[in-house]
């Protein structure tokens, strides 16, 4: 399911925190850019059916997306993958 707005994030975060596993992998892009920046992060889970959500970093802010992850990345008891 694509995120590229802040309904769709905050949707995509009720989702995720409930499950004990996560899936990440995370795309940058840094061709012709010395840092580089993320583009995308895929996050799938194994409840609610398994979920995948592809979170486009283009569209939503830095901010929004960190914000919106901190507590379920953070959380020592979620394993992430």
Known sequence: ELVDNSAALQKCCEVISRSTVLGVDVERHWLQSYRGFICLVQVSTASDGGKVYLLDCLHLSREEVQ???A???SDVTVLKV
């Open 71 to 73: 507590e379920v990345f």
């Open 67 to 69: 914000s919106a992850l």
